[in-house]
């Protein structure tokens, strides 16, 4: 038991570490690229958002890493563990809902086509996604209102305050309102958009569905055991094997469910060509602008000192007189 505990522990401690650094860096340049230097269109503007909505969680998690380092023991605060588990639920609450709206935004792009392009703006995809992030805010705060530092043998945990009650309301709101309703609404629009594709033979459209079907199944796959286990959490009471279970259980379902929040960059990258290629003139960019300064002073003062050197060669094979006029030119030359 003591084994398997300390390697699940290491494993968890390697994905914290991983997410945290692949995701910092990941989302950063997603939203440079998707931010600064793609044009603003609908697809962008979501992509933005998730990718905020990942930074932002990631800020936070090196509290939770160093909370985990010294055995759940708390050091920075009241504010600082409400906002931490604030922030965990308003990433996953804005990350499924603007899933669900990429979802839909697809599914009516396809079906309603002369709708889409009259109505489908940039700007009304950026006031959805303020309402999906208000949406978000307010659906985490119980979350952050049932946290409270506790103490345990002279030591700080920033722990759960609610009752049995307030734990089964919030794990069933969570279940519900941030799994299972969006995951109907987004396999449903994706069965409408494989029937319409297939009907209209548009191949075209196989690639970006190719990549929002990719984020939505790293979501599924890394935020249902994270669900699972919060259940088990509450069905554990006296009972010793599933309270084992949780014991092992809960800090690895808790890493996948973070790892979510650096799989997204990675998605684009490898899947999406124009973020390939907007990335790759943005690198070329930064490279040209550090080199380019070096580059000419280096050419200038190469071809100036050749420059002084023929005047200086001409000069010295001229006559006196001419070597007076030659002096004229040279003083020319430098002024210029």
């Known amino acids: 038991m003591a084994e398997v505990r300390d390697y699940i522990y290491w494993v968890t401690l390697i994905i914290y570490c991983v997410t945290f650094v692949v995701g910092i860096l990941g989302n950063g340049l997603v939203i440079y690229v998707t931010g600064f230097r793609m044009k603003r269109?609908?697809?962008?503007?979501?992509?933005?958002?998730?990718?905020?909505?990942?930074?932002?969680?990631?800020?936070?998690?090196?509290?939770?890493?160093?909370?985990?380092?010294?055995?759940?023991?708390?050091?920075?605060?009241?504010?600082?563990?409400?906002?931490?588990?604030?922030?965990?639920?308003?990433?996953?609450?804005?990350?499924?809902?603007?899933?669900?709206?990429?979802?839909?935004?697809?599914?009516?792009?396809?079906?309603?086509?002369?709708?889409?392009?009259?109505?489908?703006?940039?700007?009304?995809?950026?006031?959805?996604?303020?309402?999906?992030?208000?949406?978000?805010?307010?659906?985490?705060?119980?979350?952050?209102?049932?946290?409270?530092?506790?103490?345990?043998?002279?030591q700080t945990y920033c722990g759960s305050s609610a009752t049995v009650e307030q734990r089964s309301i919030t794990t069933i709101f969570r279940f519900v309102v941030g799994f299972v309703i969006p995951f109907l609404v987004i396999i449903f629009c994706y069965v409408a958009i494989g029937v319409r594709a297939r009907r209209l033979q548009r191949n075209r459209t196989q690639k970006p569905l190719k990549i929002i079907f990719s984020i939505i199944l790293a979501f599924f796959i890394c935020w249902l055991p994270f669900h699972v286990m919060q259940f088990l959490i509450l069905k554990a009471g006296s009972d010793e094997y599933l309270h084992k279970v949780v014991l092992l259980g809960s800090p690895l379902s808790a890493s996948m469910a973070f790892m979510n929040s650096c799989l997204n960059p990675i998605l684009y990258v490898f899947m999406c060509d124009e973020f390939q290629k907007k990335l790759k003139q943005s690198i070329c960019h930064v490279l040209e602008s550090a080199l380019a300064e070096d580059h000419l002073s280096f050419m200038s003062s190469r071809s100036l000192s050749s420059h002084l050197s023929r005047i200086s060669r001409k000069s010295e094979s001229s006559a006196p007189l001419e070597r007076k006029d030659t002096a004229i030119s040279f003083t020319e030359c430098k002024v210029v």
């Open 41 to 154: 269109t609908v697809n962008s503007v979501w992509f933005l958002n998730l990718a905020l909505a990942d930074f932002l969680f990631l800020v936070f998690l090196i509290f939770t890493i160093i909370s985990y380092t010294q055995e759940h023991r708390w050091y920075f605060g009241l504010v600082m563990c409400k906002l931490n588990n604030l922030f965990s639920a308003v990433n996953m609450f804005a990350s499924i809902f603007l899933l669900t709206a990429i979802s839909l935004d697809r599914c009516l792009s396809i079906w309603v086509v002369v709708w889409a392009q009259n109505k489908r703006t940039v700007c009304k995809a950026q006031l959805i996604s303020a309402v999906i992030w208000m949406t978000a805010l307010v659906c985490s705060t119980p979350y952050a209102t049932f946290r409270d530092l506790t103490e345990h043998n002279n």
